[in-house]
Structure formats: structure tokens, C-alpha cells
């Protein structure tokens, strides 16, 4: 069907051009021309009369509606899939007529910046498709390569290279879609950078599972005391010397049943997600490791579901960061899902949340903490 539709627009788009071409005065085409940007509606109008002329524009004008109606369509669909990762609700993403209203909004400004001309938005237009088509191109080639289809791969690979380079010389002569593009790219980054820094402190958790080993652990645990490790080698020296920390700085003995807890992010661009623990045991220590896409919000929410699950007052240990600007770890947390953890653990724990009651101050191993801000202050 593709096919199919490919090869009749090229018939279209070939005639058309080679009759428009014969048939009108090159004058015509200029600016101020009665051809200029509806070669085929001055057609109409001079040889088919102008009932038959102004059906020809009305049926043009009903296209484009249905080519605008499918594209919003395509949008609403396309877009929600991806706005979480910018950090908006999940909730709103499914709120079809905000969506509406903004592409709309967006449509009427683009129509008011290039004064509704046809030809001032020819370049701009021309970029967006060449960009589609160019990304596509892209795609099957390497589909292609991927599936060890050679002789299709060098063909749309030679394919890609004829878009690519009429994208950039479209570019290079018009700039005028590649700086909207950017304009985009440039609004999309702030307004998610605010909403992430707003959203900062919530859980971002759909769901927490243990493991059977992990579940064991906990169980075995009598008081439940979780050292934050950030792995590195993972070797036996990161295990020892971290659990030394902990006796030197808490006053932790390994006889106490400590559990080591390890995040990992996969995918910082994801907002929220499923919590997924599973434990370990490595060079005689109890490991929990997890995934996520933050580390502070998700070493709080499992806090949160060990305290409703067991009964029991959690306890996490850090090692409290004393050099760094604030600024870049607030940097770090928006975009790498890391930063300065204890304090937005803390503060995330701390949120008021109407399913669940807070966790108090006096339940975060206060005494640790004020121990190695004693240290800092030496330092």
C-alpha cells in the first residue's frame, strides 16, 4: 500500500510540475505573480473556468483540513507516550483537549510569525518533511543492516544520503525550519527542567516487588539498618572498607545484620517507574540492589514500603557529600537521577502524601548524620 501510494504521488507530482511548467509563463511564478504558490489552481481558473476554479480551491482547502486533522491525531497519540519523561504527570498526558489547545496555539502563532504566507512557510515546511522522511530513511537502513539484508541496506543507505543532503542544502538555503525546530527543542528542555525541579521530591514509584532473596533478607533482619553504597568494582575492598565506614562513622557492627542498598539508573530520562529489589549475597555481605530512575526518590519509597510491610523503623546510612557546588548536584539530580541523595531522600520521605503518613525525622538515624556533619565541620 505504501507502495503504491509512493509511486501515484510521484506520477502526480511529475505531471503536475511538467504541465505548471509548459503551460505557465515563467513571469507568473514571481513574487506578486498570479501563479506564485497555487500553480494549480491558476490553471483551473484559466483553462476550466472559475466555478470549476473556486471547487478546485474549496476541495484544497478541505484537504489540507484533513491533512492538519490527521497530523493532530497522529500527535496526541505520539506525544503522551513521551511527555512522563519530561516529567509530567502520567494523569495529564492523557488530557487530550490541553493538548488540543497548545497545538492549536502553536499552529495560529507559526500562520501570525510568517504572515500567513505560503511561501514563507515553504522553507520551514520543507525542513519538517525532509527531516521525517530523512529519519525514516535512517531507520530502515539500519533495520536492514541489523537483519544482514546487505544489498537493501547499501540501497537505502545510498537513499539516505540523497535526503540527507537535500536536508541540509533545504537548511542552508531556508533556515527558517531548523530555527523553529530549536526553538522547540530549547522550550521543551526548560519546561521540563522546571517541572522536574517541582516534582523533585515526589516518590516517582508505580510499584515495589522483592524478590525471594530480598524478602528473606528483610525478614532475617532484626532491626533494619541499610548502608548506601554507590557500586563501583563490587569487588570484597568496596564491601570492607564501606563497612568500616559505617562502624567509624556510625558506630555499625557488621553483627547488627546490616543490608548494603545499591542503586543503578538505566535510563535517566524516564520519570517514574516500577521498583523491582532484588538481594544479593556477596563476599559475606547482604546486598539489595534495585533500578530507577532516581536514586533519592526510590531509596524512599522502598523506606516506605518496608516500614508498611514490616513494622519496623528503617534506617539508611549515608556518606554525606561535604565538597560540591549545590547548583551542580542539583544539575546532576534533574538530569542523571543522582546529586546530593541524603538530603532529598530525606525530603522526599518527608512529603505529605494522603495514602500514607510521613516518615518522621527521628526514624532517618539521626545520630549518624549529626556524626558526620560533626566530621565535615572538623574537616
Wanted: proline share 4%; net charge positive; with cysteine.
Amino acid at each position: 500500500m505504501l507502495t503504491t501510494a509512493a509511486l501515484i504521488m510521484s506520477v502526480f507530482l511529475i505531471t503536475s510540475s511538467f504541465t505548471t511548467t509548459v503551460l505557465i509563463p515563467a513571469g507568473e511564478f514571481a513574487e506578486g505573480g498570479s501563479a506564485n504558490g497555487r500553480a494549480l489552481a491558476y490553471l483551473a481558473h484559466l483553462y476550466l473556468g472559475d466555478w470549476f476554479g473556486t471547487a478546485y480551491d474549496l476541495s484544497t482547502i478541505a484537504i489540507l483540513w484533513f491533512a492538519g486533522a490527521s497530523a493532530l491525531a497522529g500527535l496526541l497519540n505520539i506525544v503522551p507516550r513521551y511527555l512522563p519523561r519530561y516529567g509530567m504527570a502520567p494523569d495529564w498526558t492523557r488530557a487530550n483537549r490541553p493538548m488540543v489547545l497548545v497545538f492549536t496555539a502553536i499552529a495560529f502563532l507559526i500562520t501570525f510569525v510568517f504572515d500567513a504566507e505560503v511561501e514563507a512557510q515553504g522553507g520551514a515546511y520543507a525542513t519538517g518533511v525532509l527531516a521525517l522522511i530523512l529519519s525514516a530513511a535512517v531507520a530502515v537502513t539500519l533495520s536492514a543492516w541489523t537483519m544482514r539484508r546487505l544489498q537493501a541496506a547499501a540501497f537505502f543507505g545510498f537513499v539516505t544520503l540523497i535526503f540527507g543532503y537535500a536536508t541540509v542544502a533545504n537548511i542552508i538555503e531556508r533556515p527558517d525550519g531548523l530555527v523553529i525546530a530549536l526553538l522547540f527543542v530549547l522550550a521543551i528542555v526548560v519546561i521540563s527542567l522546571i517541572s522536574r525541579a517541582t516534582r523533585s521530591t515526589e516518590l516517582r514509584v508505580t510499584h515495589i516487588s522483592l524478590d525471594d532473596c530480598a524478602g528473606r533478607f528483610i525478614n532475617e533482619a532484626g532491626e533494619l539498618y541499610l548502608i548506601a553504597n554507590e557500586p563501583h568494582t563490587r569487588d570484597a575492598k568496596e564491601y570492607v572498607d564501606k563497612a568500616r565506614e559505617a562502624w567509624e562513622l556510625h558506630r555499625l557492627r557488621t553483627s547488627e545484620g546490616l543490608l548494603f542498598l545499591e542503586v543503578t539508573i538505566p535510563d535517566a530520562s524516564e520519570f517514574a517507574g516500577e521498583l523491582r529489589v532484588t538481594g544479593e549475597e556477596r563476599h559475606g555481605f547482604r546486598i539489595l540492589r534495585m533500578q530507577s530512575t532516581t536514586v533519592a526518590n526510590s531509596i524512599a519509597a522502598l523506606l516506605l514500603h518496608l516500614r508498611d510491610r514490616t513494622g519496623k523503623t528503617p534506617n539508611v546510612y549515608f556518606h554525606w557529600a561535604a565538597e560540591g557546588n549545590p547548583i551542580g548536584a542539583l544539575l546532576r539530580y534533574l538530569v542523571f537521577g543522582g546529586g546530593d541523595v541524603p538530603p532529598l531522600t530525606r525530603r522526599s520521605s518527608a512529603r505529605p502524601n494522603p495514602t500514607r503518613p510521613a516518615v518522621p525525622s527521628s526514624t532517618w538515624a539521626d545520630r549518624g548524620l549529626r556524626s558526620r556533619l560533626r566530621g565535615i565541620r572538623r574537616g
